[in-house]
């Protein structure tokens, strides 16, 4: 990630909770390195542990690298967490993490997972896995974590979106259903909980180049079609889905809620 220096700083970010869930890679990762560069104390999900340990002591780097920071870099902390199992996991989970820190200023829901599978074969198991790992877990750690939110006086969500559903994309039939879903989940609990003071909002990035997108799906043949399409004629990073989620948190944006925010470089 560019040095936070060189875009803007977030000071209602510091000494906040900020939990995180799909954070150990991706747009997570940079998630997670983004809220800690502002001061921001990160609690993150993920059943990624090796890429959880590796990012958490790049963070302590930047942190002892540092001998008189503006801000200071808290550790981030880490939790194992299959979202897709409920029961067994993310309310567990979400019950360690109440108990850890009462106070939880935002959630950004941030796991999921693009599936490619040709719609005439895609089997019940497919469909409610591809909707377990997009949609159920959005709602229901947020759900867990509700009672933290409304304890304070401002409070925020965060849910990672798509834009495939507008486009729409084919192929993705269980992904761009969840994502869809993420509009209306967004809008309904906006309207529920903001009088208690929590904003809920949602990013809906297009086409970013994680590491895994960059290994598995962009070709330059795939690169050629999303420049076609974008306005902007170079691939989104990462980063730029994170800064944006750091202002949906921040208090900058405080009168921001019941939006779903476009970030994928004038592609719809």
């Not at 209602?12 to 150990?24: E, N, T």
């Not at 998630?31 to 590796?54: C, K, N, P, T, W």
């Not at 199992?85 to 950004?108: E, K, M, N, W």
Request: hydrophobic share 45%.
């Amino acid at each position: 990630m560019a040095e936070g220096s060189q875009f803007a700083i977030y000071p209602s970010l510091r000494d906040r909770v900020v939990v995180i869930s799909g954070g150990a890679a991706g747009i997570g990762s940079s998630m997670v390195e983004a809220f800690a560069r502002q001061g921001a104390q990160v609690v993150f999900l993920d059943i990624l542990d090796d890429a959880a340990s590796a990012l958490i002591d790049m963070i302590g780097r930047l942190a002892s690298e540092d001998p008189a920071p503006s801000t200071a870099i808290h550790r981030p902390v880490y939790y194992h967490c299959d979202v897709t199992d409920i029961d067994g996991s993310v309310l567990p989970t979400a019950a360690q993490i109440r108990r850890a820190f009462p106070q939880i200023h935002a959630v950004v829901n941030n796991a999921g997972h693009d599936a490619r599978l040709p719609t005439l074969e895609i089997t019940t198991q497919q469909w409610d896995d591809g909707l377990a790992v997009n949609l159920r877990h959005v709602f229901f750690l947020t759900q867990a974590l509700l009672p933290c939110l409304t304890s304070l006086p401002c409070s925020s969500v965060v849910n990672i979106g798509s834009i495939t559903w507008a486009i729409p994309g084919v192929g993705l039939v269980p992904y761009i259903t969840s994502k869809a879903a993420i509009v209306g989940l967004t809008k309904t609990l906006a309207r529920e909980f903001g009088p208690q003071g929590v904003r809920v909002n949602s990013i809906m990035p297009g086409a970013i180049a994680t590491e895994r997108q960059k290994r598995d799906i962009i070709t330059p043949e795939y690169e050629a079609h999303v420049l076609q399409n974008q306005a902007l004629k170079r691939i989104l990073q990462p980063e730029e889905i994170a800064r944006l989620a750091m202002w949906l948190v921040s208090d900058d944006s405080w009168g921001m809620t019941n939006q779903s925010l476009v970030l994928d470089g004038g592609w719809i």
